[in-house]
């Protein structure tokens, strides 16, 4: 049974940044495919990053130049690095892991993706 925790989620101002973890286990992240996605309240859950095997990565548009996706496979553990963050970036975020590779140019849907965390808030103030 595969677990995502995710943390690092909290409140700050517009133009600050988190760090947000998701603890893999029992499985190495090496082989796999893993993504961050987001769902604002009202809204479609939304890819923002996606990591696969080889390392590559692809990014929302919206995020591109500020947020960074990666992973320390000898920890278990995907990160999302959030820097200039903005109000329409509050969400709650959640990682996801599949045994099957993505290696397209776009973000996979949610549907792609057989596990998931339960989620970790963020909110960004003006």
């Known amino acids: 049974q595969v677990q995502l925790v995710e943390s690092g989620g909290g409140s700050v101002q517009a133009g600050g940044s988190l760090r947000l973890s998701c603890a893999a286990s029992?499985?190495?992240?090496?082989?796999?495919?893993m993504a961050w996605f987001r769902q604002a309240p009202g809204k479609e859950r939304e890819g923002v990053a996606v990591i696969d095997s080889d390392g590559s990565s692809r990014y929302v548009d919206s995020v591109k130049g500020r947020f960074t996706i990666s992973k320390d496979n000898a920890k278990n553990t995907l990160y999302l690095q959030m820097n200039s963050l903005k109000p329409e970036d509050t969400a709650m975020y959640y990682c996801?892991?599949?045994?099957?590779?993505?290696?397209?140019?776009?973000?996979?849907?949610?549907?792609?993706?057989?596990?998931w965390g339960q989620g970790t808030q963020v909110t960004v103030s003006s």
């Open positions: 029992p499985y190495t992240l090496a082989t796999y495919c």
């Open positions: 996801a892991l599949d045994k099957f590779g993505w290696f397209r140019d776009n973000l996979p849907p949610p549907g792609h993706f057989t596990y």
